[in-house]
């Protein structure tokens, strides 16, 4: 079946560091992929679409300049979480979809960030 | 737009006892729905999903069945287990941009 993989699993950064997380389609393609923030015990809020070779789309009410996504590959997405704060601690999950057959999203098992 | 209602949780059962979890929907055209479960720390897994109406999704004892008159995708598991315990969250793909939005997710809590 279809595997996403996300890098690193957790992070523990200090504040005004920036952060990178991973994510990959380890066995299909992906044009499209999509980043997700989720807080405590809350939903999922869709971040941002990344765009293999193209620019991201952003959610509104999203900062595109604190949340860089580039999405270099047709396997490979990167968030990163430029001059972290601690507001930025959270749960953040990709996915990737099957641009081919299914349009499905396959989720990654998500990175937590801690900002201290 | 398009929206994903959940009921609230936290729902507390005991084992062996029956799980309703309702879902409702507001989309336009015809989207598809899932349902997804993620466990304390974890990131999600597909339970079951479904593509069109009338169509039963099913997996480890979960049922749904996508009701288009009443916009609906409700889940059902006729005996939960202690290791059934988490979050489960409605969701449904967006037919023209393939977004997924989802419900605010419902705490299931079995009891031994």
């Known amino acids: 079946g279809a595997v996403v993989s996300q890098h690193p699993s957790w992070v523990i950064c200090k504040s005004g560091t920036s952060v990178k997380i991973e994510c990959r389609s380890l066995?299909?393609?992906?044009?499209?992929m999509f980043w997700y923030r989720q807080f405590p015990k809350q939903s999922l809020m869709l971040m941002a679409t990344s765009n293999e070779g193209s620019k991201a789309t952003y959610e509104q009410g999203v900062e595109k300049d604190k949340f860089l996504i580039n999405h270099a590959s047709l396997t490979l997405s990167t968030l990163t979480v430029t001059s972290a704060h601690p507001e930025d601690s959270s749960f953040y999950i990709c996915?990737?979809?099957?641009?081919?057959?299914?349009?499905?999203?396959?989720f990654g098992p998500g990175t937590r960030l801690t900002v201290t | 737009g398009n929206s994903v209602t959940q009921m609230e949780g936290p729902v507390t059962l005991s084992e062996e006892a029956f799980l309703t979890i309702n879902c409702t929907y507001t989309a336009t055209g015809y989207p598809s729905l899932f349902w997804y479960v993620q466990y304390p720390g974890e990131g999600l897994q597909l339970l079951l999903k479904?593509?069109?109406?009338?169509d039963k999704g099913s997996n480890k004892g979960f049922e749904a069945t996508y009701r288009k008159e009443t916009t609906s995708f409700h889940l059902e598991k006729g005996s939960v287990q202690v290791s059934d315990s988490a979050v489960y969250f409605c969701a449904l793909s967006d037919q023209g941009t393939y977004k997924y939005i989802f419900g605010t997710g419902t705490r299931l809590k079995v009891l031994a």
């Open positions: 479904a593509t069109k109406a009338d």
């Open positions: 996915s990737a979809r099957d641009d081919v057959s299914s349009y499905e999203q396959y």
């Open positions: 066995d299909f393609q992906a044009t499209t």
